[in-house]
């Protein structure tokens, strides 16, 4: 178990560029959630898929914002025309349903960092 | 809707001795967990400890302890021994049945030497 993985760890853009993140849940979990953290704060949810389905998003995810998981596997979060306010740590995390003892607990990742210039 | 309020920022404590961190909660959830997330200054997100709202006992996990109090809404963590490494924010956190997590804004925990 090599837990959850996001790659980039740093991103530097400038804004109205496409970003794209990647997350690697840890493999035997179904269910896997993207959140934004900005300095100081407590992480915001942002979206999160069962299996392949994306079964809820935040009024936080704006129209720019698509996320996907193909196949249930990994996941990317994608941010189009990015403007300074995207400027965050993009946290990915998994858990599973059916984990015994810490079922429905969520593992997360090192997360990636935005800064929108 | 879930909210999640911790309510101090920061605190310090000696090497060695006990803390309490305090939160408190609001859910219109029946069946729900509460957590405690740890977050160093490297920024990965670990798991302290979880509770299940259910289990009138209350979790522990070696040095870390909950005090659960389902009819007050608070869910207190206490660091017993406190080490250098416990230097870290700490964010209490619930989920409901359609399980994501709502956050408290964290609490910054320095321990002294």
């Known amino acids: 178990d090599t837990g959850v993985s996001q790659n980039p760890r740093h991103k530097i853009t400038k804004r109205g560029q496409n970003v794209t993140f990647r997350c690697d849940p840890i493999?035997?979990?179904?269910?896997l959630y993207w959140y934004r953290q900005t300095l100081g704060q407590g992480p915001e949810f942002l979206t999160y898929?069962?299996?392949?389905?994306?079964?809820?998003k935040s009024r936080l995810l704006s129209d720019r914002f698509s996320a996907e998981r193909p196949k249930g596997s990994f996941s990317t979060l994608e941010i189009q025309r990015t403007e300074q306010g995207d400027s965050a740590m993009y946290l990915c995390?998994?858990?599973?349903?059916?984990?015994?003892?810490?079922?429905?607990?969520?593992?997360f990742g090192p997360g990636t960092r935005l800064t929108v210039l | 809707a879930q909210t999640v309020t911790q309510s101090q920022p920061e605190m310090s404590v000696q090497e060695a001795e006990t803390v309490t961190l305090s939160c408190t909660y609001d859910?219109?959830?029946?069946?729900?967990?509460l957590f405690w997330y740890k977050q160093p200054p490297s920024r990965q997100m670990i798991l302290v400890i979880r509770?299940?709202?259910?289990?009138?006992q209350n979790a522990t996990e070696n040095r870390f302890s909950v005090n659960f109090q389902k009819a007050a809404k608070s869910f207190s963590l206490k660091i017993s021994d406190s080490q250098l490494g416990d230097t870290a924010m700490y964010f209490c956190?619930?989920?409901?049945?359609?399980?994501?997590?709502?956050f408290g804004k964290g609490i910054t925990l320095s321990v002294r030497p």
């Open positions: 898929f069962q299996n392949e389905a994306q079964l809820e």
């Open positions: 995390a998994s858990s599973s349903r059916t984990s015994g003892r810490l079922k429905g607990t969520q593992y």
């Open positions: 956190a619930s989920t409901g049945a359609n399980s994501k997590l709502t």
């Open positions: 509770q299940e709202a259910y289990k009138q």
């Open positions: 859910t219109s959830e029946n069946n729900y967990y």
């Open positions: 493999s035997e979990h179904n269910r």
